[in-house]
């Protein structure tokens, strides 16, 4: 019972209420963020990112949108030319880079990239090294890129498609995070990088009762390419029939649980994901809009699912709370990089945990993507 004090008129008062406890801020909030039940399929795990409000990112281009439409060019260094004064094409940067190509954006909205979308053509595919935007009006770029075709030199167009693929979360972190191309060829091959030995093996070093062998194994992947991709293609070894019907499969359940799971929500959006491969929380990708979600969507979960299957197998799960401390942000060391008046990219590093933001500063500031990573080492 609550105790009260009698008033001196000799008449009783109500006890007073007590406060209801105010809930622990949980990772997230101040973004706005909540995260939904997780979904699982073999061994991957995602957990919905939800938002009461979305941003309109529609003023924004992505990268396979302006390619396939002409409003953005890639091309080999060397390759675009100008005519200055005097009547003379000259190239904007001169030679072919393996770590460098030009872009143009020729369109009316400013140009979103991410790390790890994938160019195909020139002389070797490559995939964009870092998050960033390319303003309208912008003077030819000097891109930063990684090769992701190790084995060719040579092409018939020194033009870029869409390649509408993004590669997946080991090759991805080895571009993004550690900016290291001899890394990020050895991620094409080898599938997964990750070093985590919970995955793999016990508290004695043997192999866990719980993991079964990857989908697809390293030897299958050495297989394909000595048979279909010779030149180490990352599209020609992710997308080759070996390997690709079991991306494809995976992904087409792994779709139907997450829309079943997510749809008819009136009052929330999804705008992103944590991902988790058996008990190891390790990559999300977060938008300030469901808009940019959706788009980015289907070649974000084939890249996640890249990466499932070429990791063992396991019945363990990560929980929910798993997921939550995960979002915590990092405290550890800030680098930034920034393009006065148009963005400024910033990434915290806290031991194994690696954090990246894109935040536009044109029309108003705004954090377009938010990125998390569980280094392989």
């Known amino acids: 019972m609550i105790p009260f004090r009698r008033p001196a008129c000799g008449c009783a008062l109500p006890p007073v209420p007590l406060r209801a406890p105010v809930p622990e801020p949980q990772p ?112 030819p770029l000097a891109l930063d890129v990684f090769c992701v075709e190790h084995g060719r030199w040579t092409g018939g167009s020194d033009k870029f498609t869409a390649a509408n693929t993004m590669v997946h979360p080991s090759v991805r972190e080895k571009a993004a995070v550690e900016q290291d191309q001899g890394k990020v060829w050895a991620a094409v091959r080898s599938g997964t990088t990750t070093t985590n030995t919970r995955a793999s093996t016990g508290s004695a070093g043997n192999a866990r009762a719980d993991a079964a062998a990857p989908m697809v194994s390293s030897e299958a992947l050495s297989t394909v390419m000595a048979e279909s991709a010779p030149t180490e293609s990352y599209r020609k070894i992710y997308q080759s029939r070996a390997v690709g019907t079991s991306v494809e499969a995976f992904a087409a359940e792994m779709e139907r649980r997450f829309k079943r799971a997510t749809q008819n929500r009136k009052d929330e959006h999804v705008v992103g994901v944590v991902v988790a491969y058996g008990d190891e929380v390790a990559w999300s990708d977060i938008f300030v809009s469901s808009e940019l979600f959706r788009v980015y969507w289907p070649k974000l979960l084939r890249s996640y699912v890249v990466e499932a299957v070429t990791r063992p197998r396991l019945r363990e799960t990560a929980s929910l709370a798993d997921a939550r401390d995960f979002l915590r942000p990092a405290d550890g060391h800030v680098r930034e990089e920034s393009d006065p008046g148009v963005y400024i990219w910033r990434e915290r590093t806290d031991g194994r945990r690696a954090e990246i933001e894109l935040e536009a500063l044109d029309p108003k500031p705004l954090t377009l993507h938010w990125m998390k990573v569980l280094r392989a080492s």
């Open 28 to 139: 997230g909030d101040e973004h706005g963020w909540r995260l939904g039940d997780p979904i699982t399929y073999e061994n991957l795990t995602v957990f919905p990112v939800l938002a009461s409000q979305t941003a309109n990112t529609s003023g924004f281009a992505t990268l396979d949108e302006a390619l396939a439409s002409g409003d953005a060019i890639v091309t080999e260094q060397g390759s675009y030319m100008r005519r200055t004064r005097d009547g003379v094409d000259e190239p904007v940067y001169s030679g072919a880079q393996v770590n460098q190509l030009v872009l143009i954006n020729r369109g009316k909205r400013p140009l979103l990239l991410l790390a790890g979308e994938v160019v195909s053509g020139g002389k070797q595919d490559r995939i964009v090294g870092k998050d960033r935007i390319v303003p309208v009006g912008a003077p």
